[in-house]
């Protein structure tokens, strides 16, 4: 079985905070290469980092910096970043999120954090009214001015599933993200975990028979992702995206995601679409659950696509699709799972090297 998805498409979302460094000060560099400097250049920063995010049109990481002066300036530059001037840190926004979990846990809503405008995102589907939406406002309201924004979807919050490539299990419908070497060198594939716990076992076909066996699932709580493991155990399981036509991408290793970054979905009810990635650590309060560590996009998807890959062209595995609003016709808020930490949790390797 071979998973699926596409090509990427351009962001270029108004920033808020100063740059202070120009465009030629900083590195040209790939969004690979940008995500691999953001976690070492947060531990340097230490309390003032606030953020970072991917520029593509420029190819270049923007780094928040709170309380910057020349020699912090400095540091981010020779990292081959550009340090831009905010309000917010990453700890002082983490901090909100954690006001807005304890406060304001309804279904219906979601968080995340968007650093090109340095808050925290609360958006409230359809179903957040009365009540709820007076305490999700209020809520809000007690972080203070320009810690966090409202605002509303028009379509309801929820898993993909339906009842890469479509797998069936339990009278469900989900898709396959991507093939993996579990721990013992068997062959294996990564999904949902709501599909992992709506059924045990899964087919290629539906009311097909069995190949592979639910080993790990997890949703909802920290996370929304499965292990599946091949019956056979010499099953064919390359390290690629089938993305239509005759056509697959190589999938050679699993990346963090960033805001900003281009990125592909695959999956069996609507294939190959495409976006940006618009917040991360994103909590979504389905009615099933919650559901934290998610990455948020404007990539759309619809019942069926759940587990299918997300992953950029230049071969990395990004993340499997969770859950969201609206459709691939009127748009919506998309979420999905991010690939290393279902990787670091189940024990299993992807990429060329790992088959």
Known sequence: MVATAVLLQQANASQSGTETASGSAAKRISAASATKLVEPLASQLGDAYGGAFYDEKKQQLVVNVVDSDNAVNAQV??????????????????????????????????????????????????????????????????????????????????????????????????????NVTTEDGSPGFLTAGHCGVAAENWSAEQNGTPIATVKAATFPGDGDFALVTYDDPAADAPSAVNTGDGQTTEITQAADAAVGLEVSRMGSTTGLQDGVVTGLNATVNYAEGTVTGLIQTDVCAEPGDSGGSLFTTDGSAIGLTSGGSGDCTAGGETFFQPVTTALAAVGAEIGADGN
């Open 77 to 178: 530059n020779r990292a081959g970043a550009v340090a831009r001037s905010v309000d917010n840190s990453a700890g002082e926004l983490g901090a909100a999120a954690k006001t807005l979990a304890s406060r304001a846990t309804v279904a219906g809503t979601a968080w995340a954090t968007d650093p090109k405008t340095n808050q925290i995102v609360v958006t409230a589907d359809r179903t957040v009214t009365g009540e709820r939406w007076d305490k999700l406002e209020a809520t809000v309201t007690s972080l203070g001015a320009g810690m966090a924004r409202i605002q509303k979807s028009a379509g309801e919050f929820k898993p993909f599933a339906a009842g890469g490539d479509a797998i069936f299990g339990g009278g469900a419908r989900c898709s396959l993200g991507f």
